[in-house]
């Protein structure tokens, strides 16, 4: 059975959107410190410092460096995906959904949306590495740090020249990502769509999805970086950038900020749920 696309209307996926995030405000609550405990209690037991500990470049990394590095990434990008999915299920399911007693499921599904989280990531480092690649070429064949210094006002700053093929290489693996973002919505509440699937329900909606989402995200983001360094300056604290070792007052900051840092993260489950609803994917026949 052919399936077909919906149009999206932007109005109604916002408020969608910030509906769900509202209306599972404690909800998010719980995820957001699920999402920041274990980084919170290696750190209070000290095994992190190895890898935090700041040193010069030069010198040699301490004793239980690179078991202190693997917590380290166990514990936020690692952990991060089986909270994905627990951000999913509640805004697809419900919070009655929210916690199953077999675990099993969350962790294959957590290591599917790996495979394919990587699988943008190298999308994203290949298209990278080609137009960086054609920049070079094109620069040094037709010579226009020699004949066109002033070539778009750009050719004077080789970063921001790298900076703006990487803003725009992202771009497009995010797009990439809005059109198979159906396939893993439905990995996280144990459906299975497939990723071709996905693509044709929203081959009409890519530019909808994209400013749908930049107008969700973009006030999020600002809010929660707003909201985290006021928090700082009442308090008189610098918890990200000091240069110092984080002490145990540090930990339980972070912990009392998660709520507001996992919220950028929370409301793209929230937009992505929305458009997993819109465009199709609950009345998606599961492929087999």
């Not at 399936?3 to 909800?27: F, G, P, R, V």
């Not at 077999?102 to 137009?131: E, H, N, Q, Y």
């Amino acid at each position: 059975m052919e399936q077909e696309c919906t149009k999206l209307c932007i109005n109604t996926s916002l408020t969608d959107a910030y509906k769900c995030l509202w209306h599972y405000k404690w909800n998010h609550l719980f995820i957001s410190v699920i999402a920041f405990l274990p980084f919170t209690l290696f750190g209070l037991l000290g095994l992190l410092d190895p890898f935090l500990l700041p040193r010069a470049s030069h010198e040699l990394v301490p004793d239980g460096y690179n078991l202190s590095f693997f917590l380290f990434i166990l514990s936020t990008y690692v952990w991060a995906i089986p909270c994905i999915i627990l951000w999913h299920r509640l805004y697809l399911l419900g919070p009655e959904h929210l916690l199953r007693r077999k675990i099993w499921p969350i962790l294959t599904r957590s290591f599917v949306i790996m495979t394919k989280v990587l699988f943008l990531v190298g999308l994203s480092a290949l298209l990278v590495i080609i137009s960086v690649g054609a920049l070079a070429f094109l620069i040094s064949y037709f010579d226009l740090n020699d004949s066109i210094s002033n070539f778009i006002e750009l050719t004077d700053s080789e970063f921001i020249r790298y900076v703006l093929i990487v803003s725009l290489s992202v771009i497009i693996t995010y797009l990439v990502f809005l059109r198979f973002s159906l396939a893993i919505c439905a990995r996280t509440i144990g459906k299975r769509i497939g990723l071709l699937t996905s693509w044709k329900l929203t081959e009409k909606n890519t530019v909808r999805m994209f400013f749908s989402f930049m107008i969700t995200f973009l006030p999020i983001l600002i809010l929660s970086f707003g909201s985290v360094y006021l928090y700082q300056r009442l308090l008189g604290i610098d918890l990200f950038y000091s240069g110092e070792l984080l002490g145990a007052s540090s930990y339980f900051h972070i912990l009392v900020l998660a709520p507001v840092i996992t919220l950028p993260l929370s409301v793209m489950c929230s937009q992505c749920a929305t458009f997993y609803r819109h465009c199709g994917g609950e009345d998606c026949d599961q492929d087999k």
